[in-house]
């Protein structure tokens, strides 16, 4: 269905700009398309995204090469016929010529195709090439939905080896063309540096395009920013960024691996900055500048949000990161300072929301799973990164979750479903009361996926606290070892699927290749 956009309704827009001190620079004979070599003719550096949209909002992002401005306009045919010219925003080096538009009053339900271009500040006449994104709003009535999760994108050191095709997997989800994705987080690996070649296990190379920011551990906002402008040289991922929206989450690697505030890297002789708190301020901003992130004034920085995605679906994505204390022996046996892992007012914000929500599925995403263990200090076994803590009662963060739980047994939430990353290999969990040490929780699912380009490991131990039951796992074996490259085929997604008639959800694990792995379709529950 086509019809008119009302200039005066539609064009409600805010916009903020983005930037990185310094182009990347190509190295190994690779030339990078993303420096204009013009003289007056700005370029689009790393293509077009869409994220965080809504039944009637959409957050759309570009990048030029120079100072220039950000032209876009707004249509819902592919051709542009009766197109909206939006205002325009001006990207500048201060924020390395990067540019965001939040649109709003947009038509529920429906393609929205938007057309990018830049054009030099001084007369307006030179003007790059445009670039054609979509996105699909939510819907006000009940459709079928498909959705696609996972997480980790170039991590370990593998980065993007054109003569294996690439980030693979961007392409195999595009293929399914989902209304919108989830990243899990981990959206880049600032603590991961890329050498020009890396050997994998079977002895053959790995050859990386590398860049300068890239090269070594990311400290600088340039550093950061210079990260996720790395992954969108990958033509798999511009292509994924242009038609599908996404909803990003982050973890630890946007920072530094397995990070809390307040941290000092002392140990670390690869940072000079030593404090965590400064590296994670200006690792959230080049998060929110180079990704298409709505923007919250009452909390600038904050990653936790909830999005409405009709009658069936809303999804409420967490923060697992920026509130918790610090990494410990987590086995507090009451609630203090040291058990905070979500924080006061996420929890808070949590339980209003889920309480509030009037669709028939909410999915909860995680960028941690619940139940597995993840150790911060390997070696020793002696402090948690996760919430899991080993086999037994309910102790330190995983009070946190013994709260929230509890609260949705009790208030009668129904539907629950949790989506979550983190871990390097793909699973499937049931949470059953009957088998747990705490046992006031009505019974959910969880599932894992992941990397989408990163090195696979796994399986991680579980946890009996919460009573998870291991349905599926897909992993390296103890013959192939851990930290495996891309190209042995153990990059994992998964795609959802919610019937508009029956509201039935289905889970589809799958890998880079498209096999499906394991499924299992959740009938809802109304009463």
């Given at each position: 269905?086509?019809?008119?956009?009302?200039?005066?309704?539609?064009?409600?827009?805010?916009?903020?700009?983005?930037?990185?001190?310094?182009?990347?620079?190509?190295?190994?004979?690779?030339?990078?398309?993303?420096?204009?070599?013009?003289?007056?003719?700005?370029?689009?550096?790393?293509?077009?995204?869409?994220?965080?949209?809504?039944?009637?909002?959409?957050?759309?992002?570009?990048?030029?090469?120079?100072?220039?401005?950000?032209?876009?306009?707004?249509?819902?045919?592919?051709?542009?016929?009766?197109?909206?010219?939006?205002?325009?925003v001006d990207v500048l080096p201060e924020r390395d010529f990067a540019g965001k538009l939040?649109?709003n009053d947009l038509p529920a339900g429906q393609d929205v195709f938007y057309k990018i271009?830049?054009?030099?500040?001084?007369?307006?006449?030179?003007?790059?090439?445009?670039?054609?994104?979509?996105?699909?709003?939510?819907?006000?009535?009940?459709?079928?939905?498909?959705?696609?999760?996972?997480?980790?994108?170039?991590?370990?050191?593998?980065?993007?080896?054109?003569?294996?095709?690439?980030?693979?997997?961007?392409?195999?989800?595009?293929?399914?063309?989902?209304?919108?994705?989830?990243?899990?987080?981990?959206?880049?690996?600032?603590?991961?540096?890329?050498?020009?070649?890396?050997?994998?296990?079977?002895?053959?190379?790995?050859?990386?395009?590398?860049?300068?920011?890239?090269?070594?551990?990311?400290?600088?906002?340039?550093?950061?920013?210079?990260?996720?402008?790395?992954?969108?040289?990958?033509?798999?991922?511009?292509?994924?960024?242009?038609?599908?929206?996404?909803?990003?989450?982050?973890?630890?690697?946007?920072?530094?691996?397995?990070?809390?505030?307040?941290?000092?890297?002392?140990?670390?002789?690869?940072?000079?900055?030593?404090?965590?708190?400064l590296l994670a301020a200006r690792a959230n901003r080049a998060f929110r500048e180079m990704?298409?992130?709505?923007?919250?004034?009452?909390?600038?920085?904050?990653?936790?949000?909830?999005?409405?995605?009709?009658?069936?679906?809303?999804?409420?994505?967490?923060?697992?990161?920026?509130?918790?204390?610090?990494?410990?022996?987590?086995?507090?046996?009451?609630?203090?300072?040291?058990?905070?892992?979500?924080?006061?007012?996420?929890?808070?914000?949590?339980?209003?929301?889920?309480?509030?929500?009037?669709?028939?599925?909410?999915?909860?995403?995680?960028?941690?799973?619940?139940?597995?263990?993840?150790?911060?200090?390997?070696?020793?076994?002696?402090?948690?990164?996760?919430?899991?803590?080993?086999?037994?009662?309910?102790?330190?963060?995983?009070?946190?979750?013994?709260?929230?739980?509890?609260?949705?047994?009790?208030?009668?939430?129904?539907?629950?479903?949790?989506?979550?990353?983190?871990?390097?290999?793909?699973?499937?969990?049931?949470?059953?009361?009957?088998?747990?040490?705490?046992?006031?929780?009505?019974?959910?699912?969880?599932?894992?996926?992941?990397?989408?380009?990163?090195?696979?490991?796994?399986?991680?131990?579980?946890?009996?606290?919460?009573?998870?039951?291991?349905?599926?796992?897909?992993?390296?074996?103890?013959?192939?070892?851990?930290?495996?490259?891309?190209?042995?085929?153990?990059?994992?997604?998964?795609?959802?699927?919610?019937?508009?008639?029956?509201?039935?959800?289905?889970?589809?694990?799958?890998?880079?290749?498209?096999?499906?792995?394991?499924?299992?379709?959740?009938?809802?529950?109304?009463?």
């Amino acid at each position: 269905m086509s019809f008119r956009l009302s200039r005066r309704k539609f064009l409600t827009t805010t916009a903020s700009v983005t930037a990185t001190a310094g182009a990347a620079s190509a190295m190994g004979g690779f030339f990078m398309p993303s420096i204009s070599r013009a003289a007056d003719r700005p370029m689009i550096t790393h293509g077009v995204q869409s994220g965080d949209v809504t039944a009637n909002s959409a957050c759309i992002w570009g990048r030029a090469d120079r100072a220039s401005r950000m032209i876009t306009e707004i249509a819902t045919t592919e051709n542009f016929s009766r197109s909206v010219r939006i205002p325009h925003v001006d990207v500048l080096p201060e924020r390395d010529f990067a540019g965001k538009l939040a649109l709003n009053d947009l038509p529920a339900g429906q393609d929205v195709f938007y057309k990018i271009h830049f054009e030099n500040l001084d007369d307006g006449r030179a003007s790059s090439e445009p670039v054609i994104g979509h996105f699909r709003t939510a819907p006000a009535a009940k459709r079928n939905i498909r959705f696609g999760w996972s997480g980790d994108t170039a991590g370990q050191g593998w980065g993007i080896d054109e003569d294996r095709g690439g980030m693979k997997t961007y392409a195999t989800i595009t293929k399914h063309n989902p209304d919108f994705f989830i990243h899990s987080g981990d959206t880049i690996y600032a603590d991961g540096p890329f050498a020009e070649q890396a050997k994998m296990p079977d002895g053959d190379i790995w050859t990386n395009i590398t860049t300068e920011d890239t090269g070594k551990v990311a400290e600088t906002l340039a550093e950061f920013r210079g990260n996720y402008k790395y992954n969108m040289l990958d033509k798999n991922v511009r292509e994924f960024n242009r038609l599908i929206p996404v909803y990003y989450q982050w973890d630890d690697h946007e920072v530094t691996n397995n990070w809390y505030p307040g941290e000092m890297l002392t140990g670390d002789d690869r940072y000079s900055e030593k404090s965590v708190s400064l590296l994670a301020a200006r690792a959230n901003r080049a998060f929110r500048e180079m990704l298409p992130i709505t923007e919250h004034a009452s909390e600038p920085g904050r990653v936790y949000r909830k999005v409405s995605y009709g009658p069936s679906l809303e999804i409420f994505f967490l923060d697992m990161r920026t509130y918790r204390a610090a990494n410990d022996a987590n086995n507090s046996a009451e609630p203090n300072d040291k058990t905070t892992f979500l924080g006061r007012e996420q929890i808070e914000w949590l339980k209003r929301s889920l309480l509030n929500s009037k669709a028939t599925w909410k999915v909860i995403a995680a960028d941690m799973p619940i139940g597995m263990i993840v150790y911060d200090d390997w070696k020793n076994k002696s402090t948690f990164e996760n919430l899991a803590n080993g086999d037994g009662a309910p102790a330190g963060r995983e009070l946190e979750i013994v709260e929230l739980l509890r609260f949705i047994k009790s208030a009668r939430i129904r539907n629950t479903v949790w989506l979550t990353a983190d871990v390097h290999y793909t699973a499937a969990h049931y949470y059953d009361p009957n088998k747990a040490r705490f046992q006031d929780f009505d019974p959910f699912w969880e599932f894992v996926s992941g990397p989408l380009h990163a090195g696979t490991f796994g399986p991680n131990d579980m946890d009996n606290t919460f009573g998870p039951q291991v349905m599926f796992t897909k992993h390296p074996t103890e013959e192939q070892g851990v930290n495996l490259p891309p190209s042995f085929g153990l990059q994992f997604f998964g795609l959802v699927d919610i019937d508009a008639e029956n509201e039935q959800f289905r889970v589809s694990l799958r890998d880079v290749a498209d096999e499906e792995l394991y499924t299992v379709t959740l009938d809802p529950v109304y009463s």
